[in-house]
């Protein structure tokens, strides 16, 4: 493994890394209190990294992409990392899952993705389903040449501002080695499609502007030319283009953590109590110390692993472990910034207290930590037969 940045590399690290800085930072506040982001300011955003070229960075050059390959895009969502989700989200990345798409679902879903004329959401989670991908209970029925779609999904991220939603839906059962499994179809859903409606989700602590949302499906009908992929073989899509997902997570992990990082120790170094610097106090020191270690061991475990899937290794653990470690680790780190801080870590003034809050939710989505180390102590026993 190459431990530089090519320059390539740095030259993606260094533009995004001023483009959220210059163009995002100033807006975190004022979405904050909001809870929402304008919908011309979303546009602005939009408009500004097509401009750059680094729209759709994470799709292939022959679909209008950036054609980034998995070390450089970890390092791109890295440093996006650093700033409000709510923001982000109109730096498009739109998911790998519609490279499945047939040349007619290209043409309305893959193509305007890429050059940000549209925007996806993802939805899989139910009420009653959330990590247990076959235990949906969203269902959908054929009828005739078309399907019939009845169900609840929830904390479908950005559904309120995508134009299309892609949805995983039960459609039958199988025989398993491990018994009788529900069969998964992936759909590709219009916003405006009737019998499905897209409503406010929940009042979330973490990412605010960043919002959840609840689809409901009551007898919404579906011709097959919606079906990504083929029917009853969604949960193989899932596992060929979803698991990645858990990286962008880590990733940003890391760059939310070292901008928490760099907040604390220039505090450290400017703060004074008794006569000098709290930095110089090993209660604080010793912190310091602590936190960057830890933030180093999650970059390079997450770069480890998007390093891995470039050369076509398996990555699956070194993804599981990267998830798992960084969201552990940017929940410690940030809590001993606000520590660090004193009660000013805990005020509006600074971004400390979101960034507390907001990490919380990390060891949750795309797969909970019980999850990861699910994940990866199954990958180490299989060999042995346990």
């Known amino acids: 493994m190459d431990f530089g940045l090519t320059t390539e590399q740095q030259m993606v690290v260094d533009t995004v890394r001023d483009f959220v800085e210059r163009e995002l930072y100033p807006h975190e506040e004022a ?10 300011l979303g546009e602005e955003i939009k408009r500004k990294v097509i401009g750059l070229g680094f729209y759709a960075p994470n799709l292939p050059v022959d679909v209008g992409g950036g054609g980034l390959d998995h070390l450089t895009f970890t390092l791109l969502e890295r440093e996006l990392g650093r700033a409000s989700m709510a923001l982000t989200v109109f730096w498009g990345r739109p998911s790998g899952i519609l490279m499945g798409c047939n040349d007619e679902q290209r043409e309305r879903y893959l193509f305007p993705s890429a050059r940000g004329e549209r925007l996806d959401a993802l939805a899989m989670t139910e009420p009653g389903a959330g990590s ?6 969203c269902f959908a029925r054929r009828d005739g040449d078309d399907w019939i779609v009845n169900g609840t999904k929830h904390f479908i991220s950005h559904a309120d501002v995508a134009d299309f939603v892609i949805v995983f839906t039960a459609t039958g059962e199988e025989e398993t080695p491990h018994g009788v499994k529900k069969t998964i179809t992936c759909f590709l859903v ?3 499609t009737p019998g499905f409606a897209i409503r406010p989700g929940y009042d979330s602590v973490s990412h605010r502007g960043y919002h959840n949302c609840t689809l409901a499906f009551d007898d919404c009908r579906l011709p097959s030319a919606q079906v990504l992929g083929e029917p009853h073989r969604g949960f193989e899509l899932v596992n060929a283009w979803l698991y990645g997902t858990r990286l962008t997570v880590a990733a940003m992990c890391v760059g939310r953590a070292r901008r928490a990082f760099d907040l604390a120790l220039a505090h450290a170094a400017e703060r004074e109590q008794f006569g000098q610097p709290i930095g110089k106090f090993q209660g604080v020191s010793f912190k310091l110390a602590d936190m960057i270690t830890e933030i180093d061991a999650a970059d390079w475990m997450t770069l480890a692993a998007a390093w891995r899937l470039d050369r076509g290794l398996p990555a699956n653990r070194e993804i599981a472990s990267a998830k798992l470690y960084a969201s552990e680790m940017l929940a410690r780190v940030t809590d001993e910034a606000v520590q660090i801080h004193g009660g000013m870590g805990l005020m509006r003034d600074l971004p400390l207290a979101r960034f507390w809050r907001d990490a919380r939710v990390e060891r949750i989505w795309d797969g909970t930590s019980e999850i990861q180390r699910h994940i990866i ?9 346990a």
């Open 31 to 40: 979405v904050e209190r909001a809870g929402r982001v304008p919908p011309e």
């Open 132 to 137: 247990d991908v076959r235990g949906m209970q």
């Open 190 to 192: 219009d916003r405006d």
């Open 377 to 385: 102590s199954r990958d180490l026993l299989r060999p042995l037969g």
